[in-house]
């Protein structure tokens, strides 16, 4: 097992741009496909659509408008993934979201004031264009970047399982010495077991002193070797998304005593394509000369993208056999 310098690893992940889709990252679940979905969805049209004459007759208050009053309000209520439809999607213009409604204590007073200002606002225009359901389909997918918190991990997972084939995701300290490789989802309820590990390997983990307490990612140990690893999927640039480069930046600034302990940022997605080529005083050729100077500085950190982050654990998975005896009973 032999690691090249990091800058290696910095290079090549340079020399090999991001793929434009990556399949970790594409979620293409069809919920047109729910029957009751679609059946609930053309009943809730026209529900609004007669209870928007009835205020236009100004009989909001009779018990017709209260039947189908409460027709709505049972379909908002029990229809599953119910909030992608257009009459919930208008809730946004009125700065209430389907999930802060659910949380509401007088859902039914603040309900019929939304779908006051939905007739008022939209019914008309919506009836000259036409109703589909195309729409549900196209409002989840625009809300699919919501479902893709944890897609970086789990592509991460596949690719330690990829190169180390004696990989183990452990449950607890007592496990992390039974394996050659051995790693756990720190940020994924295994704060605990991170705490217990830096404690036995003696990680003073600085980074996360300085950032309320956030910790990494997965923690990977091959053999004697510790990597704390912060994914980042980047796509674009800007405001928050700034931010977070920046941080996971600075994460490759910290170091331990020990130097077979090892910080490694991986960067997915295009924005990492930035990099390369980049234009002088840009933002962007900041980070990437902030990314070389902490690496010059800290020599046992990383900062890749997959392709790099491949390589590197391919080079770490070249394990002697005799380094193996130790862990085979």
Not at 178 to 204: H, M
Not at 294 to 323: A, R
Request: hydrophobic share 35%.
């Amino acid at each position: 097992m032999t690691l090249q310098k990091n800058v290696y690893y910095w290079e090549l992940s340079l020399n090999n741009p991001e793929p434009i889709l990556d399949d970790y990252y594409i979620f293409d679940d069809l919920i047109i496909k729910e029957e009751d979905l679609l059946e609930k969805s053309d009943k809730l049209r026209e529900l609004l659509i007669t209870y928007c004459v009835l205020l236009e007759k100004q009989q909001q208050d009779s018990e017709s408008a209260e039947i189908v009053y409460n027709d709505i309000y049972q379909i908002l209520a029990s229809v599953n993934n119910i909030q992608y439809h257009e009459f919930v999607a208008f809730w946004k213009v009125l700065d209430i979201s389907y999930s802060v409604f659910n949380k509401l204590k007088k859902q039914k007073i603040i309900l019929k004031e939304i779908i006051k200002k939905y007739c008022e606002k939209r019914k008309k225009y919506y009836d000259n264009l036409g109703y589909s359901n195309v729409t549900i389909q196209a409002l989840y997918d625009v809300g699919s970047s919501r479902k893709k918190g944890n897609a970086a991990n789990v592509k991460l997972g596949d690719l330690i399982r990829n190169a180390f084939s004696g990989a183990n995701h452990i449950k607890g300290i007592n496990e992390i010495e039974t394996y050659p490789v051995a790693y756990f989802f720190a940020d994924r309820g295994g704060k605990p077991l991170f705490q217990e590990f830096s404690r036995k390997y003696n990680i003073k983990y600085e980074f996360g002193e300085s950032h309320q307490g956030k910790i990494c990612d997965v923690v990977l140990k091959v053999l004697d070797h510790i990597f704390l690893i912060e994914a980042k999927h980047m796509k674009e640039g800007g405001g928050a998304q700034n931010k977070q480069v920046a941080e996971v930046i600075e994460f490759i600034k910290y170091g331990e005593e020990n130097e077979k302990i090892h910080y490694l940022t991986f960067m997915d997605g295009v924005y990492f394509n930035k990099f390369i080529g980049v234009k002088k005083s840009t933002k962007v050729n900041r980070q990437k000369k902030d990314i070389e100077t902490n690496l010059s500085s800290e020599e046992s950190n990383f900062f890749v993208n997959t392709y790099g982050l491949k390589e590197l654990f391919k080079d770490l998975s070249n394990i002697p056999d005799s380094h193996l005896n130790k862990w085979i009973s």
